[in-house]
């Protein structure tokens, strides 16, 4: 055999044995007499006895398949399908005149999915404030129509906690290798403290409770950004002048400096089990928690104090 055979010899074996693919020659569509399926979407490759080229794996013969269903399809009826997308080249129809379809599973109750989906979200609902009613969530599912053959289950890939108010939340029915998904608008029902301001107050001053009516409302009819709880305010004070009959937004607070540079201090001194205190001086504004250099007088040296409160600041050796 000369070169020129070898190589032909070389290209036949490669055609063979890749398997059917499109525009490679003819390939055979087996088409049994029964297909039982478990979705509600019949493709080629689920008709199919047998393997089909990659490229009408995944034509749709039939669809919209209803619960414990039968429907018939025939040999013509797949043909026509794979000519009016260009994909018949070389097909050679075997098998039985007609496949009938068999849909297995039932159609799911709206009522066990909207279930379902309150199980899945319930975790991501914030605690209650202290001695505030019961948050509660209301979900709204869109018109779905669900199908499933055996166990399924409710997903969402959400983890963070949902606000206040309505939150879109992407939800997924998974029914073995096959999955559904579609938005729940999901409104959290949250009550939080809220406080009216009962008369004007100047930007800069600390805040006290009693400059303000607190009110229990649900903060799903509310603007987002209010002030919520009445620690909101503990060290604060506002960044703006605040006028009576306003809410405390978030926005409108600063920590308050409870320690000013240049104020004379006590600098409590904490080594293991014994504490000591002199005087110092601080060099920096401080709120509370806050770490600010101070001067030990004592001493003269400069070490970085944590404010414990009013003219206090703590220095751990």
Same mark, same amino acid.
């Not at 055609?15 to 080629?44: I, S, Y």
């Not at 269903?69 to 018949?88: E, F, K, P, Y």
């Not at 199980?119 to 209301?138: C, F, H, K, M, N």
């Given at each position: 055999?000369?070169?020129? =055979?070898?190589?032909?010899?070389?290209?036949?074996?490669?055609?063979?044995?890749?398997?059917?693919?499109?525009?490679?020659?003819?390939?055979?569509?087996?088409?049994?007499?029964?297909?039982?399926?478990?979705?509600?979407?019949?493709?080629?490759?689920?008709?199919?006895? %047998?393997?089909?080229?990659?490229?009408?794996?995944?034509?749709?013969?039939?669809?919209?398949?209803?619960?414990?269903?039968?429907?018939?399809?025939?040999?013509?009826?797949?043909?026509?399908?794979?000519?009016?997308?260009?994909?018949?080249?070389?097909?050679?129809?075997?098998?039985?005149?007609?496949?009938?379809?068999?849909?297995?599973?039932?159609?799911?109750?709206? %009522?066990?999915?909207?279930?379902?989906?309150?199980?899945?979200?319930?975790?991501?609902?914030?605690?209650?404030?202290?001695?505030?009613?019961?948050?509660?969530?209301?979900?709204?599912?869109?018109?779905?129509?669900?199908?499933?053959? %055996?166990?399924?289950?409710?997903?969402?890939?959400?983890?963070?906690?949902?606000?206040?108010?309505?939150?879109?939340?992407?939800?997924?029915?998974?029914? %073995?290798?096959?999955?559904?998904?579609?938005?729940?608008?999901?409104?959290?029902?949250?009550? =939080?403290?809220?406080?009216?301001?009962?008369?004007?107050?100047?930007?800069?001053?600390?805040?006290?409770?009693?400059?303000?009516?607190?009110?229990?409302?649900?903060?799903?009819?509310?603007?987002?950004?209010?002030?919520?709880?009445?620690?909101?305010?503990? =060290?604060?004070?506002?960044?703006?002048?605040?006028?009576?009959?306003?809410?405390?937004?978030?926005?409108?607070?600063?920590?308050?400096?409870?320690?000013?540079?240049?104020?004379?201090?006590?600098?409590?001194?904490?080594?293991?089990?014994?504490?000591?205190?002199?005087?110092?001086?601080?060099?920096?504004?401080?709120?509370? =928690?806050?770490?600010?250099?101070?001067?030990?007088?004592?001493?003269?040296?400069?070490?970085?104090?944590?404010?414990?409160?009013?003219?206090?600041?703590?220095?751990?050796?």
């Amino acid at each position: 055999m000369n070169g020129n =055979g070898k190589w032909m010899a070389l290209v036949i074996v490669v055609l063979v044995t890749a398997g059917p693919v499109l525009g490679a020659g003819t390939w055979n569509l087996v088409l049994p007499d029964t297909v039982v399926l478990d979705h509600d979407v019949a493709t080629l490759k689920d008709v199919a006895d %047998g393997p089909v080229p990659v490229a009408v794996r995944d034509l749709v013969i039939r669809a919209g398949l209803k619960p414990n269903s039968v429907v018939m399809v025939s040999r013509q009826d797949i043909l026509r399908r794979l000519v009016t997308v260009g994909l018949a080249r070389g097909v050679r129809l075997r098998g039985a005149s007609h496949s009938h379809l068999i849909f297995a599973g039932r159609e799911l109750d709206v %009522g066990e999915i909207h279930q379902e989906v309150r199980r899945v979200i319930q975790p991501l609902v914030p605690s209650s404030y202290p001695g505030a009613p019961d948050s509660w969530i209301e979900l709204d599912l869109p018109k779905i129509e669900l199908a499933a053959a %055996g166990s399924w289950r409710v997903e969402t890939d959400r983890t963070e906690m949902i606000d206040p108010g309505r939150n879109l939340i992407r939800i997924s029915v998974v029914n %073995g290798d096959r999955q559904e998904s579609f938005p729940v608008a999901v409104t959290l029902h949250q009550f =939080g403290e809220v406080g009216l301001i009962n008369h004007d107050l100047k930007r800069d001053m600390p805040l006290e409770e009693d400059m303000f009516n607190w009110q229990w409302r649900d903060l799903a009819d509310l603007d987002h950004g209010l002030a919520v709880d009445r620690t909101s305010i503990q =060290g604060a004070s506002p960044t703006r002048n605040l006028k009576t009959g306003d809410y405390l937004r978030q926005s409108d607070l600063k920590e308050t400096p409870i320690i000013l540079a240049g104020d004379s201090v006590e600098l409590r001194i904490n080594r293991g089990q014994v504490a000591v205190a002199v005087r110092a001086l601080a060099r920096q504004n401080g709120c509370l =928690g806050q770490t600010i250099p101070v001067r030990n007088e004592l001493t003269g040296r400069l070490v970085n104090a944590r404010v414990a409160g009013p003219g206090l600041v703590e220095w751990r050796r």
